[in-house]
């Protein structure tokens, strides 16, 4: 029984957005899913998928958060 975890930044992919929608959660779980099954065999009724959107705030790169870094190398240009 494969249990798959997807953490996505809660940012948007464009202006005004702050989350993925429900239409993309779908398709990343159609698609996570359906890799399993090509690759390994596991069958669909048996991979669960968890998708766990983290606010931006709570990622880091760079030894540093990244908002922090954004900020640091839009200062640099």
């Known amino acids: 029984m494969p249990i798959v975890n997807i953490q996505i930044t809660r940012e948007g992919s464009g202006p005004g957005r702050d989350a993925a929608t429900a239409e993309e959660k779908a398709a990343l779980i159609r698609g996570v899913s359906q890799l399993l099954l090509d690759v390994l065999g596991k069958p669909l009724d048996s991979t669960f998928v968890v998708i766990e959107e983290v606010p931006l705030e709570n990622w880091g790169w ?16």
Do not use: F
Request: no cysteine; glycine share 6%; aromatic share 6%.
């Open 62 to 77: 760079y030894g540093m958060p990244v908002p922090e870094l954004r900020r640091r190398r839009a200062e640099e240009k």
